[in-house]
């Protein structure tokens, strides 16, 4: 960004079932004074996103996409950024705000482009002039709910501008603690019991051997074409969209095909601590593959988490315990 332009600050923040953290955070963002306007999407949360549940700034933007049964960051984050206006984009979750002695204008007269880092929800938001976005095509749709979308984008734009990708000053960001569950598009006000939690852990270590290999197998670009939406005609307001499910990219038949096998391989050994080897030789009706990124997890699945999985562990509890016993007898 050249000295003495004039630059227009987007925040970009998509909701999917999180209106907890939205209505923390977006007061937070409602006290800065930086940028212009806060684009937040709703994506298709089970009870619809209000105006009125949000702050009475005039700088926030709430569209709703409908139809999707499932969480996709990389669809949702590409749509928020083509429904923006601003010239400079700042991908904030809807856990995560921006710290009010941050110089954002500062920052961007140094590098065009500032990535997070670290944990605790800090590692995906980013600061970037949307031509640089635009430049590698945003995130690749072609990925499904979450994880490794971060490190795809921060490896493309490496790639593309070297030396001008810079990290985020430390302090720069903050964030609410939320579980796996929520991170993939799960109610804040659903239980979090220990079967609930290790099935969302599965999910999520499914989804991001899924995406490393989307990546490898089908990278993303600038010529890339994103998801198409179109209005919803009925509804009182022109903010309500679904997607064209003719243009969500696809991938290959024989890629799906593999990643399909390597999620059901990889969902089914951490939620039940099956060897691989075990579960391709068990029925597929018996532990299904996914369906969109969903997984069918059944009354049996629980009954073999509780039971029969805790009795197969057992010697490696009893192991563990011995080597502990032999640390304290040396």
Not at 64 to 92: D, H, M, P
Not at 199 to 224: D, F, I, K, M, Y
Not at 226 to 238: A, E, I, R
């Amino acid at each position: 960004m050249s000295e003495g332009s004039l630059s227009r600050i987007s925040i970009l923040t998509v909701c999917m079932n999180r209106q907890l953290h939205l209505r923390q955070s977006a007061q937070h963002l409602s006290a800065l004074s930086q940028h212009d306007e806060h684009l937040i999407v709703d994506w298709s949360s089970t009870a619809p996103l209000l105006r009125s549940e949000l702050p009475s700034d005039p700088r926030i933007r709430l569209h709703r996409v409908e139809g999707e049964s499932q969480w996709n960051l990389c669809r949702a984050y590409n749509f928020a950024a083509s429904q923006s206006t601003g010239t400079i984009l700042l991908k904030l979750d809807a856990d995560s705000w921006l710290d009010p002695a941050l110089d954002v204008e500062q920052l961007l007269q140094q590098a065009p482009i500032w990535l997070g880092a670290g944990s605790g929800g800090t590692a995906g938001q980013w600061l970037m002039e949307r031509d640089a976005f635009d430049a590698v095509g945003g995130f690749n749709e072609r990925m499904l709910s979450w994880g490794f979308d971060d490190k795809d984008l921060r490896a493309r734009l490496v790639l593309h501008f070297g030396p001008q990708v810079k990290t985020l000053p430390p302090g720069s960001l903050h964030a609410i603690h939320h579980s796996d569950s929520v991170r993939i598009g799960g109610r804040l006000d659903q239980p979090t019991k220990s079967f609930v939690r290790h099935q969302a852990l599965a999910a999520l270590r499914a989804s991001r051997l899924n995406n490393r290999l989307v990546a490898a197998e089908c990278p993303w670009g600038r010529t890339s074409v994103s998801t198409q939406y179109q209005h919803v005609l009925g509804q009182s307001s022109d903010s309500v969209w679904r997607a064209d499910k003719e243009t969500i990219p696809q991938l290959p038949l024989s890629v799906d095909r593999s990643l399909r096998q390597q999620r059901r391989r990889t969902f089914w050994n951490v939620l039940l601590d099956i060897p691989d080897v075990a579960i391709a030789q068990l029925p597929l009706k018996l532990l299904p593959p996914d369906c969109s990124g969903q997984w069918r997890v059944r009354w049996w699945h629980w009954l073999y988490w509780s039971t029969v999985r805790r009795l197969l562990l057992l010697p490696v509890l009893i192991l563990a315990c011995l080597k502990g016993s032999g640390r304290l007898l040396r």
